[in-house]
């Protein structure tokens, strides 16, 4: 059973949550109707809690943009998936403090006549808070350390094993009913002795947050100078390091935001200073070198925003078209045409697995601009130097996304091989487990197929393994000469297994449909009742046949022991990468000397197969939701 004042009183409302700010809103609506200008007390809260959300969505923002902030890190995680969840409802404390101050209106006439500015109120509500509520917060903290309050309070804050602006949320309702009396100290007191100002209870609530988030940014940005310079400010401001000992080292640094009630208390750990100019200085150097780069790229302007440096809780999350974030469409417009033009290659996020530091870096490109011709040459260079970068630093591999191994592009690779032949760095295209995914899928008893996209790399693969299993391969194609040089690769015994077909038409009696290229509902219209669709397009094919399945586009789920992952890549579930990512995680985990560019070689395909299986990669694949359709269909 929980604690008591453990849980918030709107815990099961989930995100129906937001409704107790409708009296809020009710009452201002109200006010303007009657023409009461003079009543605003409602949406002054409603600003200053939309204003407080907003500092600690941006903190969370330039924390999680590792292109600026990786080598100011102090702790070097990444924040998981179970820490994202713990603290979902951080902005609980925003809606109890709205509620504490609709209260403290009603109590106290005197809040709702306030003049805009009281030059006065500035310096009392400083005294008060360096007077009254540092202290008070200081022993209420360190109080809070004690075993029973510690387990049945406290450690839920302290859980978060990487601090975020978003960790500082995230605390039981009993301390957030403490930290609103210390906040509300110097605000309440200011307005009492008459010195109050609607300036300062804005200057002092944002003020109060925007420190809060720079202790738990866990990105060291307070120069080590300042405190070299002035010695004695180091007693009256904290940083990020400084909290960070707090969370890594229980026993020290309870203070809000002073040091120095830490060093009247006897609790101020000593390593503070020297570690906080060592993560300063260090900020200059090139952080830890990656053993594996997932080169990706952008999809479209929608899905940009599941990036999880701007909101994290949806990249959290598989990518789904949001109808609030439509409105920002323009402005993600503008920031793509910016990155068109100036941007370079820049570091998207990570996650450790083994002891191995696995990077995305994004290539500032869409999927529509790598279909423009005069746009080539550029992608082709940004890819190119992105690899040249992978090289100098000491990277191990490099596997392409999607468009980025574009055969049209760039041969799948070849152009950056062939160009560079001293590459340190090996260059995969991961295309090889791709393939052995959509092939493992495929049941053993089945004997015929439908392939579209057949004579593109994925597809050739597929169609030459596929036949030595003798299973019929219609291979959809209108160049009988492209056809040819593929079935002649093939074993002269089993050629005969492939079959060039140039209509939908012929696969209506064939339910397993492997799709390459992209095709359209009435394209779809041709497949027979209870059919399948594995595909390996992208982006993938509408789901128009209700009477059919449709499998995702290929990808592998994550080894269980991944650490610091905390982000969905694209539609992905969490943990699951495309298998081109896969593909380059495998080759770095097995140490593989060799490029994997251009042509899929097919007696390979089983080896890396293996290789991923071995090594705790599991596919992921819709055979269950096939198998239970097609009982309901039959």
């Not at 409704?19 to 600003?47: E, M, N």
């Not at 603290?87 to 209260?103: G, P, Y």
């Not at 120095?260 to 060592?278: F, I, M, R």
């Not at 040459?377 to 392409?400: C, F, P, T, W, Y």
Request: glycine residues 6%.
């Amino acid at each position: 059973m929980a604690a008591t004042l453990s849980a918030w009183p709107w815990e099961n409302l989930g995100p129906f949550k937001y409704l107790l700010f409708g009296p809020f809103l009710a009452k201002v609506l109200y006010s303007r109707i009657q023409g009461d200008i003079k009543d605003t007390w409602c949406l002054h809260i409603l600003i200053i809690c939309a204003l407080r959300g907003f500092i600690y969505q941006l903190w969370t923002s330039y924390g999680n943009m590792l292109f600026i902030s990786r080598n100011r890190r102090i702790i070097q995680q990444g924040v998981d998936f179970k820490q994202i969840d713990k603290e979902w409802h951080w902005d609980n404390f925003i809606i109890l403090q709205a509620l504490t101050a609709s209260m403290a209106s009603y109590m106290f006439p005197v809040l709702s006549s306030l003049p805009l500015w009281n030059t006065r109120g500035f310096i009392a509500t400083l005294i008060l808070h360096m007077g009254v509520s540092e202290p008070l917060y200081y022993l209420a903290h360190k109080y809070f350390h004690g075993n029973y309050l510690f387990a049945h309070y406290h450690s839920l804050h302290h859980s978060s094993e990487v601090p975020q602006p978003f960790t500082a949320g995230n605390a039981t309702f009993l301390e957030y009913l403490g930290l609103t009396a210390v906040i509300g100290i110097p605000i309440l007191g200011c307005c009492l002795i008459g010195y109050g100002s609607i300036s300062m209870i804005y200057g002092y609530a944002l003020l109060f947050d925007f420190l809060r988030c720079l202790g738990h940014c866990n990105v060291e940005i307070v120069p080590h100078q300042m405190f070299e310079t002035f010695p004695f400010l180091r007693y009256l401001l904290y940083t990020p390091t400084y909290h960070s000992l707090h969370h890594t080292e229980m026993g020290t640094n309870y203070c809000l935001f002073m040091p120095l009630y830490d060093a009247l208390g006897d609790t101020l750990n000593t390593k503070s200073w020297e570690l906080h100019k060592k993560i300063s200085l260090d900020s200059r150097k090139n952080g830890r070198v990656p053993d594996f780069v997932f080169l990706a790229h952008g999809v479209d302007l929608t899905s940009a925003m599941h990036a999880p440096f701007l909101l994290r809780s949806l990249g959290s999350k598989p990518f789904t078209i949001k109808i609030f974030l439509l409105p920002f469409w323009p402005c993600v417009f503008v920031v793509m045409l910016l990155m068109w033009a100036k941007s370079k290659t820049f570091l998207f996020s990570f996650y450790n697995l083994r002891g191995r530091l696995h990077q995305t870096w994004a290539v500032p490109r869409f999927g529509f601009q790598y279909f423009l011709p005069f746009a080539r040459k550029g992608i082709n260079k940004q890819i190119e130097e992105a690899i040249l970068r992978a090289d100098r630093l000491g990277v191990k591999v490099i596997s392409l996304a999607a468009l980025n191994k574009n055969e049209a592009l760039n041969g799948g690779g070849t152009l950056f091989v062939n160009k560079h032949p001293n590459l340190k760095v090996r260059v995969v295209h991961g295309n090889t487990l791709t393939a052995a995914v959509i092939l493992n899928e495929i049941s053993e008893d089945v004997k015929e197929v439908f392939l579209t996209g057949a004579t593109s790399k994925l597809g050739r693969a597929i169609a030459l393994y596929l036949c030595r299993r003798r299973v019929r391969v219609l291979m959809l194609t209108l160049s009988t000469e492209r056809f040819q040089m593929i079935q002649t690769e093939a074993p002269m015994d089993y050629q005969n297994y492939l079959v060039q077909v140039t209509k939908y038409q012929a696969a209506q009696n064939c339910k397993n449909w492997i799709v390459g290229k992209w095709i359209t509902p009435r394209e779809q219209s041709w497949a027979p009742s209870g059919a399948h669709f594995h595909q390996f397009v992208v982006p993938p094919i509408l789901a128009f046949r209700r009477d059919c399945t449709y499998g995702d586009l290929a990808a592998m789920k994550l080894p269980d022991d991944v650490g610091g992952l905390g982000s969905c890549e694209y539609t992905m579930e969490r943990g699951v990468v495309h298998a081109c990512h896969a593909g380059g995680v495998v080759h770095s985990l097995e140490d593989w000397t060799h490029h994997e560019v251009g042509a899929i070689d097919v007696d390979r395909i089983d080896v890396v197969w293996k290789a991923a299986i071995k090594h705790g990669l599991r596919p992921v694949s819709n055979v269950t939701k096939q198998n239970q359709l097609q009982k309901k269909i039959s």
